[in-house]
């Protein structure tokens, strides 16, 4: 897959994810259900997705010490995030109905150590790492500043909660998509 691809399909999917979780939630309850099970995977392609995009914007802030921190914290937040759908994913899928979703989310979260690690401070590393990445990268003029603005009003937008999702796919995907073609790192272009 190419680099324009990856840029465009993981916001993109993240898109579609809210867009499913919204037909879910018409019925006031979400899951379990062929909507909850397709936004879920969508989502999860996302995030898988967001390793190589990790991955490019370190090589475009020039492979230096803090660009790598900060992707391995953006990479950090997409693994405990995959973590957290994949864990829905199955839930969804073995729950007869939402009553015994909500008593198996019980018992996972349950377990020491996997709320924060999967459901609150380890996802939003992925957002951490995106808007820290985008703020250097327009610091050193390896994107325009539009595309970071993007960015960070997606990442504070998704401060709102989930039902907010549909404004930070769109926003993502204004800042990532399509991502401009550069062959060498800024450290290189001005040497």
């Known amino acids: 897959m190419t ?13 579609v994810y809210a867009g ?7 019925d006031d309850e979400r899951g379990p259900g062929p909507a909850w099970t397709t936004g879920h995977l969508a989502f999860l392609a996302a995030l898988i ?15 230096g010490l803090f660009a790598t921190a900060t992707a391995v914290v953006g ?3 997409a693994v405990c995030s995959m973590a957290q759908i994949s864990v829905d994913i199955v839930i969804g899928a073995l729950a007869a109905d939402h009553e015994a ?6 018992d996972v979260q349950s377990v020491p150590g996997v709320t924060p690690v999967v459901y609150t401070v380890g996802p939003v590393l992925l957002y ?4 820290i990445m985008f703020c250097q990268l327009a610091l050193t003029r390896a994107v325009p500043v539009w595309r970071a603005v993007a960015v960070v009003l997606a ?3 998704s ?5 907010a999702l549909p404004a930070v796919g769109l926003l993502l995907c204004t800042g990532l998509a399509p991502f401009p073609r550069r062959s060498t790192s800024p450290a290189t272009a001005h040497s």
Do not use: N, S, Y
Not at 20 to 26: A, E, K, T
Not at 101 to 106: E, G, N, Q, W
Not at 128 to 131: N, R
Not at 159 to 163: A, F, P, Q, S, V
């Open 101 to 106: 979703m909500r008593r198996m989310f019980a």
């Open 20 to 26: 499913f979780r919204v037909l879910d939630g018409l």
């Open 49 to 63: 997705l967001f390793v190589p995009v990790f991955l490019e914007l370190r090589r475009l802030a020039g492979h």
């Open 3 to 15: 680099k324009g691809i990856v840029f465009t399909t993981a916001p993109l999917l993240v898109t």
């Open 159 to 163: 401060l709102l909660g989930l039902d």
């Open 128 to 131: 951490l790492g995106l808007l």
């Open 75 to 77: 990479l950090v937040g």
């Open 155 to 157: 990442v504070l937008v």
